[in-house]
């Protein structure tokens, strides 16, 4: 037996049946975090199969999980085991477990295409905004403009260099494990051209290092101010790279993409059903265009919330929605 098997299966509530089919029936764990009320019915069916797969299957709230041999192992089964009441060192052990077991075929392929990153300098004579001495007039500017989109010093390291050319810009660092590999210089000048100065390497992903363990999922969107109002990630763009997509799976976390309101957005919709992703497509007013228009009108707590609430991963529910959302 497999080793996910095998802990599933420890940990499944006690009463449990075996049905003629060989599916074994217990109270799901489920159903409850999913907005359902918990099954009192034995609805919840598991099975395992000789090759070691396993698979979950809940008729109370229709919740599914499962793994076969070869395959990586998901973030579903990873919630699966985690609402059965399994430790978080042992459901880490066996994520280990099988991407050892993967690596002789396709994780030592996966880490060979994962990109890296080189560390760069970010723009000359940048300082850190909160260790500025003497904020001239510029720096005075960028400060209002922050309190203007509801950004906080503590935020992250924002950043701000007297230079010509940067001095009317807020300087966002990208980081990747702890190092800067690029950055981006949002003019404050309102219709100032370009918008942003940025510094990138294909294949980055803004806000990865911010996807700590204890989070369930990790929310996708296009632009940085608007993955830190809301400790998420941000494509820097439309569009999913291989390379980025390959990143954000590495997490292990359910992935939520929240589309800014416009074109690009709807065919970013389709890219992230074609990759089994979630889609959120809150109820918010025509006029409000993406996060940072939600935070500036309901506050980052709720904006979250509404966000988490209005997440899906059924293709159907999300092209649904999609056609009011983006009409
Ligand atoms: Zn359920």
Known sequence: MSVVAETVLTYLPPKRKTTPSGWLSFNAPCCHHNGHSADTRGRGGLITNPDGGVSFHCFNCGFKASWQPGRNFSH?????????????????????????ENEGVEAREVIAQLPTFNTVPLPEDAIKITEAVDPGPHLIKVLEYMASRNLQLDDTDYYWSPSLGYRDRLIIPFYFEG???????????????PKYLTEVQPGYVYGLDEQRHNKLFAIL??????????????????????????????????IIVVPDRDKSGSKLVERAIELGWSVSLPDWPKDINDIGDA????????????????ATESPLKIRLKAKKWFD
Request: aromatic share 4%.
């Open 76 to 100: 579903k089964m990873r919630r699966l085991l985690q609402w059965t009441g399994a430790p978080d060192d042992i459901i880490n052990k066996v994520a280990l477990e099988v991407m050892r």
């Open 179 to 193: 190092r800067v590999v690029g950055w981006t210089g949002r003019s404050i000048v309102p219709d100032k051209k």
């Open 221 to 254: 969107c296009e632009g940085q101010l608007d993955a830190i109002h809301i400790e998420g990630c941000a494509l820097g763009g439309s569009e999913i790279s291989d390379q980025q997509a390959m990143l954000l799976d590495r997490l292990q976390k359910e």
């Open 295 to 310: 935070v500036a009108r309901y506050g980052r707590l709720y904006t979250l919330h509404s966000i988490a609430v209005h």
